[in-house]
Protein backbone atom coordinates (compact mmCIF):
# COMPACT_ATOMS: atom_id res chain seq x y z
CA UNK A 1 0.00 0.00 0.00
CA UNK A 2 1.56 3.57 -1.32
CA UNK A 3 2.08 5.98 1.70
CA UNK A 4 0.28 8.58 2.31
CA UNK A 5 1.77 12.15 2.18
CA UNK A 6 0.54 15.07 4.07
CA UNK A 7 1.28 18.44 2.56
CA UNK A 8 -0.41 20.44 4.83
CA UNK A 9 1.52 22.80 7.57
CA UNK A 10 0.19 21.06 10.95
CA UNK A 11 3.41 19.31 11.52
CA UNK A 12 5.69 22.11 10.65
CA UNK A 13 3.51 24.28 13.39
CA UNK A 14 4.54 21.34 15.99
CA UNK A 15 7.85 21.14 14.98
CA UNK A 16 7.89 24.63 15.71
CA UNK A 17 6.33 24.61 19.00
CA UNK A 18 8.59 22.32 19.91
CA UNK A 19 11.80 24.02 18.75
CA UNK A 20 10.32 27.20 20.83
CA UNK A 21 10.69 24.60 23.89
CA UNK A 22 13.94 23.54 23.00
CA UNK A 23 15.12 26.60 22.35
CA UNK A 24 13.98 28.77 25.65
CA UNK A 25 17.82 29.52 26.73
CA UNK A 26 17.66 32.13 23.68
CA UNK A 27 14.99 34.02 25.41
CA UNK A 28 17.50 35.20 28.66
CA UNK A 29 18.44 38.71 27.02
CA UNK A 30 14.67 39.40 26.46
CA UNK A 31 13.91 38.86 30.44
CA UNK A 32 17.32 40.95 30.70
CA UNK A 33 15.78 43.71 28.92
CA UNK A 34 12.19 43.07 30.96
CA UNK A 35 13.90 43.61 34.24
CA UNK A 36 16.12 46.43 32.78
CA UNK A 37 12.74 48.10 31.85
CA UNK A 38 10.75 47.44 35.47
CA UNK A 39 14.36 48.87 37.32
CA UNK A 40 15.75 51.42 35.17
CA UNK A 41 12.63 52.53 33.26
CA UNK A 42 14.26 51.12 29.42
CA UNK A 43 11.06 50.71 26.98
CA UNK A 44 9.12 47.64 26.96
CA UNK A 45 9.90 47.28 23.18
CA UNK A 46 13.41 46.17 23.15
CA UNK A 47 11.87 42.94 25.68
CA UNK A 48 9.12 43.24 22.89
CA UNK A 49 11.44 43.03 19.82
CA UNK A 50 13.67 40.57 21.57
CA UNK A 51 11.08 37.84 21.70
CA UNK A 52 9.98 38.39 18.44
CA UNK A 53 13.45 38.10 17.16
CA UNK A 54 13.60 34.78 18.71
CA UNK A 55 10.03 33.28 17.56
CA UNK A 56 11.07 34.35 13.87
CA UNK A 57 14.31 33.27 14.38
CA UNK A 58 13.34 29.95 15.41
CA UNK A 59 10.85 29.56 12.79
CA UNK A 60 13.68 30.16 10.18
CA UNK A 61 15.78 27.33 11.39
CA UNK A 62 12.47 25.27 11.66
CA UNK A 63 11.66 26.36 7.91
CA UNK A 64 15.74 25.46 6.72
CA UNK A 65 15.85 22.16 8.51
CA UNK A 66 12.61 21.11 7.23
CA UNK A 67 13.26 22.08 3.65
CA UNK A 68 16.76 20.27 4.01
CA UNK A 69 15.05 16.86 5.49
CA UNK A 70 12.38 17.15 3.10
CA UNK A 71 15.04 17.14 0.07
CA UNK A 72 16.98 14.51 1.71
CA UNK A 73 14.24 12.50 1.55
CA UNK A 74 13.81 13.10 -2.12
CA UNK A 75 14.74 9.36 -4.38
CA UNK A 76 17.45 9.59 -6.36
CA UNK A 77 17.25 9.69 -10.65
CA UNK A 78 17.24 6.39 -12.28
CA UNK A 79 21.09 5.74 -12.81
CA UNK A 80 22.75 4.77 -16.13
CA UNK A 81 24.20 1.85 -16.03
CA UNK A 82 28.01 1.40 -17.26
CA UNK A 83 28.73 -1.78 -16.38
CA UNK A 84 29.15 -3.92 -19.77
CA UNK A 85 28.59 -7.37 -18.59
CA UNK A 86 25.39 -6.77 -16.61
CA UNK A 87 23.57 -5.79 -19.46
CA UNK A 88 24.21 -9.23 -21.57
CA UNK A 89 21.15 -11.32 -21.05
CA UNK A 90 22.52 -14.81 -19.08
CA UNK A 91 21.48 -17.55 -21.21
CA UNK A 92 21.12 -20.01 -18.42
CA UNK A 93 19.13 -18.03 -16.41
CA UNK A 94 15.29 -18.52 -17.25
Do not use: Q
Amino acid sequence: MKKKRYTGNKGFIVAWCVNLVFDLEWTIPAWIALALHFFLDISILWFVGAIALWIVGVGIKTAVFSWLIREGNRPDPPKENKNPYSSVKNPYKK
